[in-house]
């Protein structure tokens, strides 16, 4: 079906435009104000089923982005939403429109991991090298290396991928907002180099940092423990 002649998908009852954060109200503003708000209310749909329903929230994206695919928020939503879904070329083409139109490299980890996901790690890698770090935040720096460590282990580089995660920030009492991710994926490429003994150990910081439950690293301790 013509994106044109896509239905719009029926919004919960509790959501509203003002849900929307301000930054992505702004950019609807280029609209008129009754296709802003309904844009933003599918946005809003959208941001809150991405984690649930992944499908569901990428049908509120590409309903918006029928009516609106000039405004980079929309096109983003669409690339998430997509990303989330499994939908690895959508997410790639949508997400570097977001690049060239707002021109920014916040989601370059998520482009890399696209690309992996798509089986070239290659171009992954490329992503990693070409990203200007000192522009962006410090959570994605770490993303970043996340994934390019696993597009490293993808070509079978697997001492080169534990060596890319090592860092100030790889410390057992550093607590974080990306700790847990960062340790867990220290562990499993250790793992993966056959280094068991030491990837239990990282395995375990990673559980003792995951507050918010992220991983599985206490049951993958508990495995190793037991082997």
């Given at each position: 079906m013509a994106e044109e002649l896509l239905a719009a998908p029926e919004l919960p009852e509790d959501v509203e435009f003002t849900d929307l954060d301000e930054e992505a109200r702004r950019e609807l503003r280029t609209l008129p104000r009754d296709l802003a708000e309904r844009i933003g209310k599918h946005l809003v749909a959208a941001g809150g089923l991405i984690d649930v329903d992944p499908e569901a929230a990428l049908e509120h994206a590409r309903y918006a982005k029928t009516k609106a695919s000039r405004v980079p928020i929309v096109r983003e939503a669409v690339g998430l939403a997509a990303y989330h879904a499994g939908k690895w070329s959508e997410a790639l083409s949508e997400l570097r429109a977001v690049r060239r139109m707002a021109r920014t490299d916040i989601h370059v980890a998520i482009l890399a991991d696209a690309e992996r996901a798509l089986g070239r790690p290659e171009r992954a890698l490329d992503?990693?090298?070409?990203?200007?770090?000192?522009?962006?935040?410090?959570?994605?720096?770490?993303?970043?290396?996340?994934?390019?460590?696993?597009?490293?282990?993808d070509l079978g580089q697997l001492d080169a991928a534990v060596v890319s995660?090592?860092?100030?920030?790889?410390?057992?009492a550093a607590r974080y907002p990306w700790s847990a991710r960062l340790f867990y994926a220290y562990a499993d490429n250790l793992l993966a180099a056959g280094r068991a003994e030491e990837a239990l150990r990282w395995f375990l910081h990673a559980a003792e940092a995951d507050d918010q439950e992220e991983t599985d690293a206490a049951e993958r301790a508990a495995e190793l423990g037991n082997e």
């Open positions: 992503l990693a090298r070409e990203a200007d770090l000192s522009r962006l935040p410090q959570e994605v720096q770490v993303e970043l290396r996340i994934v390019a460590a696993g597009a490293r282990r995660l090592q860092g100030a920030d790889l410390d057992p």
